[in-house]
């Protein structure tokens, strides 16, 4: 089975812009959390996908937002971009069986760097 | 907000030897899970424990879970150099959200050859 894929792998924009990053699950996995990596906060969650509906949001501001298509696939999105939003944004997907978690598979990140 | 913190936080030894890294967590959850990742890259999972659990092997990994002391270890036998990484335990709230899980800090592993 093909892994977890994010793009793009790397992205530097400028503050005040906006940025959509793309994940595209494992095949039959439904769920799709999306996480934020920094050195200072270490990993967030940042919400979480399941059959098109978010289920579960992080603590972030609304700048932070995000969707899942009928294939899983999920993109997020951050508006007016700050310097603080330059992290590694990981996307994991999984299987859920009636209420039951399983383990979370991670693609390799999107490196953003805001200046 | 941080649940599990993980302990120590860096670590170096010599291949051959063995880790041991500690976890503990604040509130009842599902299940607790390591996970890896080298330098800056995506995280790979290691073991998945749930709460009714109290040890799990995978190969050279041995994790356990107390939850009356809300802690759990992992153990990485005959350590490698390519074990050097950072390892991550995260829980699942119990009653809580599936697909978020809270993620300690990390410990830095650093396995000399």
């Known amino acids: 089975k093909a892994g977890v894929t994010q793009t793009p792998r790397y992205l530097i924009k400028t503050r005040g812009q906006q940025v959509t990053l793309s994940c595209s699950p494992i095949?039959?996995?439904?769920?799709v959390s999306w996480y934020q990596q920094t050195p200072g906060q270490g990993l967030q969650f940042l919400f979480e996908?399941?059959?098109?509906?978010?289920?579960n949001k992080g603590n972030f501001p609304g700048r932070f937002s995000g969707r899942q298509f009928s294939n899983s696939r999920s993109e997020m999105n951050v508006s007016t971009l700050e310097l603080g939003d330059s992290a590694l944004y990981l996307c994991?997907?999984?299987?859920?069986?009636?209420?039951?978690?399983?383990?979370?598979?991670f693609g390799p990140g999107t490196r953003l760097t805001v200046t | 907000s941080q649940q599990g913190e993980e302990d120590p936080q860096a670590l170096s030894i010599q291949e051959g030897e063995n880790a041991t890294m500690n976890c503990s967590y604040k509130?009842?959850?599902?299940?607790l899970q390591w996970y890896r990742q080298n330098s800056g890259r995506g995280l790979v999972h290691l073991i998945l424990?749930?709460?009714?659990?109290r040890e799990k092997h995978s190969g050279r990994l041995r994790v356990t879970l107390d939850t009356s002391k809300k802690s759990s270890s992992l153990l990485i036998t005959a350590s490698r150099a390519a074990d050097t990484a950072s390892y991550f335990c995260?829980?699942?709230?119990?009653?809580?959200?599936?697909?978020?899980?809270?993620f300690g800090k990390g410990t830095k592993l650093s396995v000399k050859p």
């Open positions: 994991a997907s999984s299987l859920t069986l009636r209420g039951i978690s399983y383990e979370q598979y």
């Open positions: 095949s039959g996995h439904r769920s």
């Open positions: 996908y399941f059959s098109e509906t978010q289920r």
């Open positions: 509130t009842s959850i599902n299940n």
């Open positions: 424990i749930r709460s009714n659990e």
């Open positions: 995260a829980t699942e709230d119990y009653g809580g959200s599936q697909g978020n899980l809270i």
